[in-house]
């Protein structure tokens, strides 16, 4: 009978559980959902009273906007491509050293050196985008695709150094003694043996940094004084008219640009879920 009692307690437990999950997937999914349906439906529909939750008359024409080389959408996402991967790049390449350093050697003012890193990490973009303005203006590097690579990585390495470091951390130590005993300098043993070990935790860093650059539009709409250059993002004030926001054209526009970020996240899944536990062991 207790038997019996416990488990029925435990299925009630797993239903629970199961029911409170699925109430929050509804609430995080639904802005998703309602996003794509009203990319389907025409202009008239949607500002009907009621709003119907499934469109009556299905429209594919915002979504052939966003493909057709007349709009903006191609070439938005090429410039933002460009400054994603270039923003990628410097972040990770310099983050990696930065990371294992400050979690494998200690020096005089090691924790100041990460309280500093997660200020950073905090400070909005528009508190330093004036000095950054005024800096690439001098460099001349405004409307140069470096501009917003080098804005974007400012912000991007705290965090990519916040992730690795603890994924260092947790590293067993002894793999470098053993690598130092099998022959190994110090940087063929990080070359060979850290790097390999830490894959899931530079997945994550830079999808995060990828992530990040790819959805900046401050960064992107100040420094790019071409608006030839300009990322996605800053597509989205075509369809702000004088009078009226074609509703579902931007409903389009925002499903076609996090596509690049959904189909990261699918196929990222593993190494991201990996990165960020296996670096959470420790602090």
């Known amino acids: 009978m207790k038997e019996n009692e416990m488990k029925n307690k435990t299925e009630e437990k797993h239903y629970f559980i199961f029911a409170i999950a699925l109430i929050i997937f509804i609430i995080f999914i639904f802005p998703l959902y309602w996003m794509l349906v009203t990319a389907l439906k025409t202009q008239v529909e949607i500002f009907q009273v009621p709003t119907p939750i499934f469109?009556?008359?299905?429209?594919?024409?915002?979504?052939?906007?966003?493909l057709s080389v007349s709009g903006d959408t191609l070439r938005g996402f090429k410039n933002s491509l460009i400054i994603a991967v270039g923003t990628t790049i410097i972040s990770t390449l310099l983050s990696i050293p930065a990371a294992y350093g400050l979690a494998r050697f200690k020096f005089k003012g090691n924790k100041i050196v990460i309280l500093l890193f997660l200020i950073m990490q905090m400070l909005p973009s528009t508190?330093?985008?004036?000095?950054?303005?005024?800096?690439?203006?001098?460099?001349?590097?405004?409307?140069?695709?470096?501009?917003?690579?080098?804005?974007?990585?400012?912000?991007?390495?705290?965090?990519?150094?916040?992730?690795?470091r603890t994924y260092f951390i947790s590293i067993p130590k002894e793999l470098d003694e053993a690598a130092r005993i099998d022959g190994c300098s110090p940087i063929s043993a990080f070359t060979k043996i850290m790097l390999p070990c830490a894959k899931p935790g530079i997945v994550v860093a830079a999808v995060f940094s990828f992530v990040y650059a790819w959805g900046d539009l401050i960064y992107g709409i100040t420094f790019m004084t071409n608006p030839l250059k300009r990322p996605i993002t800053s597509s989205i004030y075509n369809y702000v008219q004088q009078y009226q926001t074609l509703w579902n054209s931007t409903m389009a526009f925002g499903i076609v640009s996090i596509l690049p970020v959904v189909l990261i996240f699918i196929f990222m899944q593993k190494y991201i879920v990996s990165g960020l536990t296996n670096g959470a062991v420790k602090a």
Do not use: C, H
Not at 55 to 66: G, I, M
Not at 135 to 163: C, E, Q
């Open 55 to 66: 469109p009556r008359n299905l429209t594919l024409e915002p979504f052939a906007y966003q």
């Open 127 to 164: 508190l330093v985008l004036t000095s950054l303005y005024i800096m690439f203006s001098r460099l001349k590097l405004l409307s140069s695709y470096w501009s917003p690579i080098f804005a974007d990585a400012t912000l991007g390495i705290p965090f990519s150094v916040i992730i690795l």
